[in-house]
């Protein structure tokens, strides 16, 4: 199974807000409410930031927020801030009780 | 405070065995099922496998079906990943994950541990 589609890089300038998409098929993103989204800085361990499509754990900042519309999942950062710049990456439930991530998306704070 | 330790990472040959451990504290160990995932140097996130709060029910990404095994001891709080016959590109950070079911997320991540398969 190939992993969710997400756009290599993306970037954005402080206060601008940016969206991060995250593509699959009707056997996973379009098929559950069960897309989460991971934020990752250089050497470090993923962070939680998005799950169940659209909700946000205590203690991420509300500039996050996640959507789905059919197959496809997306990470909207409002506000941009300079710690904003990490890889971000979605990962799915999927038809065959497994996951798959997405390949990550890359992103800079001009 | 929930933490996971990964241990058993070094460089192992091509075509040796290896056991990854998760030391898992702050949280009640037997009621959460667990997970781990991989990361090949300068790579993306890589699903591995999942084990249920029993250990009763497991899920392994089919491309490593057949020689990734996922098991845990309760008693001990601990998380183990049995990798035979090891090749170049399983050389990655694993990292462990508290996995909460059926919500299928991941809330609480380890640091990871290195394996590197060199000859």
């Known amino acids: 199974q190939s992993a969710l589609t997400q756009p290599a890089s993306v970037s954005g300038s402080p206060g601008q807000s940016i969206t991060i998409s995250c593509t699959g098929t009707?056997?996973?993103?379009?098929?559950?409410?069960?897309v989460s989204w991971y934020q990752q800085h250089p050497g470090k361990a993923p962070k939680l930031m998005i799950y169940?499509?659209?909700n946000r754990p205590s203690g991420v900042s509300d500039r996050f927020s996640g959507s789905k519309s059919g197959n496809t999942a997306s990470l909207t950062i409002s506000g941009l801030q300079a710690e904003d710049e990490a890889d971000y990456y979605c990962i799915s439930y999927t038809s065959s009780s497994t996951r798959i991530f997405g390949g990550g998306t890359k992103l800079t704070v001009l | 405070e929930v933490q996971l330790v990964e241990s058993g990472g070094r460089l192992v040959r091509p075509g040796e065995s290896l056991r990854l451990s998760c030391a898992a504290s702050?949280?009640?160990?037997?009621?959460?099922?667990m997970s781990w995932v991989r990361q090949a140097p300068g790579k993306g996130l890589e699903w591995v496998s999942s084990i249920s709060s029993s250990g009763s029910f497991k899920y392994s990404a089919d491309s490593l079906k057949g020689r990734f095994a996922i098991s845990r001891d309760n008693a001990k709080n601990s998380l183990y990943l049995q990798i035979n016959t090891l090749r170049a590109e399983d050389t990655a950070v694993y990292y462990c994950?508290?996995?909460?079911?059926?919500?299928?997320?991941?809330?609480?991540w380890g640091q990871g541990t290195l394996v590197t398969v060199s000859s």
């Open positions: 009707s056997s996973d993103v379009g098929g559950y409410n069960y």
């Open positions: 994950a508290r996995d909460l079911w059926p919500q299928y997320y991941f809330d609480y």
């Open positions: 169940e499509v659209s």
């Open positions: 702050g949280f009640t160990f037997s009621h959460h099922a």
